[in-house]
């Protein structure tokens, strides 16, 4: 496959050859030439590597896939050459911006003669390049690569399991009774107006079987009825072709002569004709393209009668079923994977079906069997199809342990197992070659990892992946390159932000498998391990999880290539294992030492990786920076998160093309201190980085020099955090703030808990400030603050507002999370008012000292999700118009004092099925524990002890429950 290689070249190339011509002088008509060519190659790769991925075993595919590999290789040639050449130039610009004086130039001219001598051998290379790619090319027509035809039609040989879902009993089915019998309401109840009903799940999830179930208890209920096999490439005027012969068929009618012959036209009009005032239900199974409702919609009429009209559209890609909006009533109904209790019913139903004892597993198999389960991940398909294989295998540990352990490979070798592969490949076989690499990214990550989007995002820029488009950031680009790998249910969403958008994900253990092998066999990158510790010399990116690192220095030369270097380990990292990295790799963009906590030190030469552009020492012991980090002139994202830099260097002014600059340390013992998080003091010379997007946390507390006026320059800022900010200084960073029209984010902190923040100076502040994080004593809640349309997260810590402050943010349209903490609020009531706060989805009142009260009154809160209170010592009960909370799903009580359990029942919470939780601090550690439990103990203590005794028998009943409790 090397049509994500040579896109990513091309990619590379475009930019180089109009904004940074001028690092290419001397070879630019070749490169230009170079581009070209592998333009015209790309136009026709995709179709090149569908058809080597179809058919494997014969002849011409062999043929092909040794082309497309030598062109993948070539294509990694020209990513190395104009690597070496621009670095060249640059280091050369540096030495003589103008020459210089001519003592200089004659002091430095052997070394100059060296790198000319250089310069001619890279172009000599990129001339013989471009010949190499030129005959390519040429042998590219006796393999008929450039008929394209010929892809859609290759006959596949392995058994696509989807076929025989039309054939499962009903007894067979596990898990999918209650979705089945949602469905079948949907299609036979319900307006007879035309509904679409989108069956969404990644491959294997069990769409088809599932609509096929709908369909065979429902079709008699509709005048005519079709179902139609979709896939990735079907014609239109077959599609309608079939739909006229199915509806024909389904009433027992003789199919219109000259069908065949029936151009788009005449199809459209004679269904249309055909339909009416019938009611009809069609299946549309495995659909794709998300243009698919537009060639459907006219086809299938939505006129005013009583008659049912259903569509059921079985897709991967959620873009598909929110097409289908734009003229239909749509449901979607999103496939889940398979609870483990269904998902070990299942695996039993198969692998022992013909047994003595039916359907039941044997207790030696037992832990086998549950961990071949879990690797399932609750996934039909798989465990369908592995409990199959084994069911013909004998019944013995060593057979069933040898499947476990090598399930990697054989999803690749064992035929028994291909479907797994195949159906979950077709998912990213549909990929353009930009959305390949990213998703490729993912294998990277070990087992069960769950990735930090930003950090994703992050990586995926500094890799050339993403693609600029006009009016657009790049990281808005990348966000919506995240947005359609989830949509298509490549990427599992494993935690929200407060906006509801992706925070962590992580990929299908299964699907990891398959990416991993497709990764080694694209030399697109691997993961070296204690299992895997043999390099390939051509892979691009390395991921060491647990040491490898003799592979390193024993293939030095080998692995000069390498762009990305990740490593997990969470065990002692020697420094000379890091100098080895940053010697050997010269051609470093990514280099991420986050998950390697023991790292005490960044050798200096990190300043010699000049295409390096993501650097991350985040949760790291290093505390130091070398000042040649300021060579790093192509850096974009420097994390320094957790780590215990706090300083600087000065020298960070020369990297221009900085984006990301995140640095602080939380200590999380100390969770409740002001002084929680500590960020990092920064030099004159820091406005210099023009391009940065996120600054934080930032110490402001300095003196020597102007950093206010230095923070007023980097207006393209997205997200900026101050600490220690002085009173004194409101008005400069109020100046500062209504410059940066971009900001998105916003955390102001004071020096102290006493010293006041003054930000009512702003007279124009950011429209897209979506989040807001005040900590310090406020005189006044700034009047800009309700401005802010897009304000949807707001924070006070120790504000120390009252009542008339908080009206003020009732009304703010979008405001979903409230959080106030340690004394953010000094009232002894909380009332919120009819129609007050309507969009607030979570509502966070911690260790508020004086609050004795809360009102809530009928239409506030009205969409409020989640709820946390607590500690609030002097809390006296419930709020009051609790049960107005329709929309309630979780509660936190937390460390709230005796009085409160003593005057309240907990009633109104319980009769709406809220999921509450109570939490106690008992020897330092907090515990949760059931409200049920706690009210039979709380009622108990009302019939039978003095409220004198109920703090200590409190106090007993929590710790026993929590050191006791089985």
């Known amino acids: 496959m090397a049509e994500i290689a040579v896109g990513l070249v091309v990619d590379k190339l475009i930019p180089l050859l109009s904004e940074e011509a001028y690092l290419l002088r001397g070879i630019h008509n070749d490169v230009e030439g170079i581009k070209c060519d592998l333009d015209f190659l790309l136009a026709f790769l995709k179709d090149t590597d569908a058809r080597v991925d179809t058919d494997q075993s014969n002849k011409s595919s062999h043929s092909i896939k040794v082309w497309v590999e030598k062109l993948r290789k070539i294509a990694f040639e020209v990513e190395d050459v104009i690597d070496e050449y621009t670095h060249l130039m640059v280091k050369q610009q540096l030495n003589h911006p103008h020459i210089q004086r001519f003592i200089g130039f004659f002091r430095k001219s052997a070394c100059l003669v060296i790198k000319l001598k250089s310069r001619h051998d890279i172009a000599s290379k990129v001339k013989d390049i471009r010949q190499r790619i030129r005959d390519i090319n040429q042998t590219s027509a006796s393999y008929d690569l450039h008929d394209n035809s010929s892809s859609a039609s290759q006959s596949s040989k392995w058994y696509d399991p989807r076929k025989g879902s039309c054939l499962i009993e009903e007894s067979d089915l596990v898990g999918i009774e209650s979705s089945r019998d949602e469905l079948i309401t949907k299609v036979e109840c319900g307006s007879p107006m035309r509904t679409v009903i989108s069956l969404l799940g990644m491959g294997g999830l069990g769409k088809t079987t599932l609509a096929n179930r709908v369909y065979v208890h429902t079709k008699d209920s509709f005048d005519c009825h079709a179902w139609i096999e979709v896939s990735q490439s079907y014609q239109r005027v077959e599609l309608l072709q079939m739909l006229v012969k199915k509806f024909y068929e389904s009433r027992e009618e003789s199919v219109p002569k000259g069908l065949d012959a029936m151009d788009e036209i005449i199809l459209t009009t004679k269904l249309r004709d055909y339909l009416r005032e019938k009611s009809y239900l069609v299946i549309f199974d495995d659909v794709w393209k998300t243009n698919f409702w537009g060639d459907i919609q006219d086809v299938l009429p939505n006129d005013g009668n009583d008659k049912n009209k259903r569509i059921v559209i079985t897709t991967r890609y959620v873009e598909v079923a929110n097409f289908c909006k734009v003229s239909s009533c749509v449901h979607i109904h999103n496939l889940q994977r398979l609870f483990p209790e269904k998902a070990w019913e299942l695996f039993c139903k198969k692998a022992f079906r013909y047994e003595l004892i039916v359907d039941c597993c044997p207790p030696h198999l037992d832990r086998l069997s549950h961990e071949i389960v879990e690797r399932c991940q609750g996934l039909p398909l798989a465990i369908v199809v592995i409990a199959g294989l084994l069911s013909t295998k004998s019944k013995t540990t060593d057979e069933w342990r040898k499947l476990l352990t090598t399930l990697s490979s054989e999803l690749q070798s064992n035929e028994h197992l291909e479907s797994i592969t195949k159906i979950?490949?077709?998912?990213?076989?549909?990929?353009?070659?930009?959305?390949?690499?990213?998703?490729?990214?993912?294998?990277?990550?070990?087992?069960?990892?769950?990735?930090?989007?930003?950090?994703?995002?992050?990586?995926?820029?500094?890799?050339?992946?993403?693609?600029?488009?006009?009016?657009?950031?790049?990281?808005?680009?990348?966000?919506?390159?995240?947005?359609?790998?989830?949509?298509?249910?490549?990427?599992?969403?494993?935690?929200?932000?407060?906006?509801?958008?992706?925070?962590?994900?992580?990929?299908?253990?299964?699907?990891?498998?398959?990416?991993?092998?497709?990764?080694?066999?694209?030399?697109?990158?691997?993961?070296?391990?204690?299992?895997?510790?043999?390099?390939?010399?051509?892979?691009?990116?390395?991921?060491?999880?647990?040491?490898?690192?003799?592979?390193?220095?024993?293939?030095?030369?080998?692995?000069?290539?390498?762009?990305?270097?990740?490593?997990?380990?969470?065990?002692?990292?020697?420094?000379?294992?890091?100098?080895?990295?940053?010697?050997?790799?010269?051609?470093?963009?990514?280099?991420?030492?986050?998950?390697?906590?023991?790292?005490?030190?960044?050798?200096?030469?990190?300043?010699?990786?000049?295409?390096?552009?993501?650097?991350?020492?985040?949760?790291?012991?290093?505390?130091?920076?070398?000042?040649?980090?300021?060579?790093?002139?192509?850096?974009?994202?420097?994390?320094?998160?957790?780590?215990?830099?706090?300083?600087?260097?000065?020298?960070?002014?020369?990297?221009?093309?900085?984006?990301?600059?995140?640095?602080?340390?939380?200590?999380?013992?100390?969770?409740?201190?002001?002084?929680?998080?500590?960020?990092?003091?920064?030099?004159?010379?820091?406005?210099?980085?023009?391009?940065?997007?996120?600054?934080?946390?930032?110490?402001?507390?300095?003196?020597?020099?102007?950093?206010?006026?230095?923070?007023?320059?980097?207006?393209?800022?997205?997200?900026?955090?101050?600490?220690?900010?002085?009173?004194?200084?409101?008005?400069?960073?109020?100046?500062?703030?209504?410059?940066?029209?971009?900001?998105?984010?916003?955390?102001?902190?004071?020096?102290?808990?006493?010293?006041?923040?003054d930000l009512e100076s702003i007279s124009y502040p950011p429209q897209f400030l979506r989040c807001l994080h005040l900590q310090g004593p406020l005189k006044n809640l700034p009047k800009w603050i309700p401005e802010l349309q897009n304000l949807t997260r707001i924070s006070f810590f120790w504000s120390k507002l009252e009542i008339d402050h908080l009206n003020v943010l009732q009304n703010i349209p979008i405001l979903s999370e409230l959080q106030i903490f340690y004394d953010g609020y000094v009232g002894e009531k909380l009332h919120f008012k009819e129609r007050t706060f309507p969009n607030l989805k979570v509502l966070m009142l911690y260790s508020l000292r004086k609050l004795q009260f809360m009102v809530i009154e009928e239409g506030s809160l009205c969409n409020l999700e989640e709820l946390f209170i607590g500690p609030c010592p002097q809390l006296k009960e419930l709020p009051s118009g609790f049960q107005h909370l329709t929309n309630i799903k979780k509660v936190h009580l937390r460390e709230l004092p005796t009085i409160f359990w003593m005057s309240n029942t907990f009633q109104s919470y319980r009769n709406i099925g809220v999921d509450i939780q109570l939490l106690y601090r008992i020897r330092d550690e907090l515990w949760s524990f059931r409200l049920e439990w706690v009210m039979q103990f709380v009622e108990y203590l009302r019939d039978h002890v003095s409220k004198e005794e109920w703090e200590s028998q409190l106090d007993n009943y929590f710790s026993e429950r929590a050191y006791n409790d089985d």
């Open 424 to 757: 979950l490949s077709l998912s990213f076989n549909d990929l353009p070659y930009h959305l390949k690499s990213c998703f490729l990214y993912l294998g990277y990550f070990p087992e069960d990892y769950e990735i930090r989007c930003g950090r994703l995002v992050r990586q995926w820029i500094a890799e050339g992946f993403v693609k600029s488009k006009k009016d657009k950031t790049l990281e808005v680009i990348a966000k919506e390159y995240l947005v359609d790998l989830i949509n298509r249910n490549l990427i599992q969403v494993s935690e929200v932000n407060f906006d509801g958008k992706a925070r962590t994900c992580r990929i299908h253990d299964l699907l990891r498998e398959i990416v991993l092998n497709k990764m080694e066999d694209l030399s697109f990158s691997q993961v070296l391990s204690t299992k895997v510790s043999n390099f390939n010399g051509s892979a691009r990116r390395v991921s060491i999880i647990n040491g490898s690192y003799e592979v390193i220095k024993n293939n030095a030369y080998a692995i000069s290539q390498v762009r990305s270097i990740f490593i997990f380990d969470k065990g002692k990292i020697l420094n000379h294992h890091i100098r080895e990295i940053i010697i050997n790799f010269k051609l470093l963009k990514v280099l991420d030492f986050e998950d390697a906590p023991s790292l005490d030190l960044l050798p200096k030469d990190i300043g010699n990786l000049f295409h390096l552009k993501y650097l991350s020492v985040r949760g790291t012991r290093v505390a130091f920076l070398p000042k040649s980090i300021g060579k790093l002139i192509n850096l974009e994202t420097l994390d320094l998160k957790q780590s215990l830099v706090f300083t600087i260097p000065v020298e960070i002014k020369r990297l221009q093309r900085l984006r990301y600059l995140l640095a602080y340390h939380a200590n999380m013992n100390e969770f409740s201190s002001f002084n929680l998080v500590k960020g990092v003091q920064v030099h004159i010379g820091i406005g210099r980085l023009t391009t940065l997007q996120k600054l934080y946390f930032v110490d402001v507390n300095v003196t020597g020099f102007d950093l206010f006026k230095e923070l007023s320059k980097l207006t393209e800022l997205r997200k900026l955090g101050i600490l220690n900010l002085r009173s004194e200084d409101g008005m400069k960073l109020c100046d500062c703030i209504q410059r940066m029209n971009h900001l998105e984010s916003l955390h102001v902190s004071s020096v102290s808990e006493d010293d006041t923040i």
